[in-house]
């Protein structure tokens, strides 16, 4: 069973300050994504990153995807109220029988106060 | 395009009672996976079907079931329903094989009294 360790498990921060989510496996992904996550409402993607060593940007956000695709990270700069939520990060199994199954971490509770 | 939609968006229910979800994927993604979301387990996987078929199955009791239609819409049952059964049901459709991409709907919000 593939396991994804996501830390910190709750961030509370003022706005303007940058901060950094990471997520860890001792198993390989075929690829990673992030999601953001509003109460009561499903998770959205905000990033896949499948190639190892890969770095994406959205606008203030920034992935990595590990060299050996077992570890992920998601920087923000200059962090606002609005990108209060709960973060996520999940792995697409690698290999060709774990057909749509993502295993995703605990979350990142993140709370910027104004 | 329309999103995932899930159906209906809160529902309450008794012990012993089944219950059926629905969810009406992206227009063109022939993939719908099931997961359960709650404080203490997080996002866990339920099942996940492509072209009507049952392709991979999380660790969960035979309680829960699901289906997928022609059309690729799904549906999942749980039967004789427990409290620990409360929780946030999503649904995540995905356009390829390999499901790289999953986008979810917004959830059902089953309670069980």
């Known amino acids: 069973t593939q396991l994804l360790e996501q830390s910190p498990q709750f961030l509370s921060i003022q706005e303007g300050e940058n901060l950094t989510v990471y997520c860890n496996s001792s198993?390989?992904?075929?690829?990673l994504q992030w999601y953001r996550q509003e109460p009561g409402e499903g998770p959205v993607l905000l990033v896949t990153?499948?190639?190892?060593?890969e770095v994406k940007k959205l606008k203030r956000l920034t992935f990595q995807f590990g060299d050996a695709r077992k570890d992920s990270s998601l920087h923000i700069t200059a962090a606002q109220p609005g990108d209060t939520g709960l973060y996520l990060c999940?792995?697409?199994?690698?290999?060709?029988?774990?057909?749509?199954?993502?295993?995703f971490g605990q979350g990142t509770i993140l709370t910027v106060h104004p | 395009k329309a999103g995932v939609t899930q159906t209906p968006r809160y529902l309450i229910k008794t012990r012993g009672q089944q219950v059926t979800l629905s969810c009406s994927p992206i227009?063109?993604?022939?993939?719908v996976s099931w997961y359960q979301q709650t404080p203490g387990q997080g996002l866990q996987f339920l099942f996940e079907?492509?072209?009507?078929?049952?392709?991979n199955k999380g660790n969960f009791p035979g309680r829960f079931s699901g289906r997928q239609f022609s059309n690729s819409r799904s549906e999942m049952n749980v039967s004789t329903l427990e409290l620990g059964d409360s929780a946030l049901y999503l649904c995540?459709?995905?356009?390829?094989?390999?499901?790289?991409?999953?986008?979810f709907g917004q959830g059902t919000r089953l309670t069980v009294v």
């Open positions: 198993s390989v992904f075929s690829s």
């Open positions: 990153v499948v190639t190892g060593g």
């Open positions: 227009s063109g993604h022939r993939s």
């Open positions: 995540a459709s995905s356009q390829d094989r390999e499901n790289t991409e999953a986008f």
């Open positions: 079907y492509f072209s009507e078929t049952q392709r």
């Open positions: 999940a792995g697409a199994e690698a290999g060709g029988t774990s057909y749509g199954k993502l295993t």
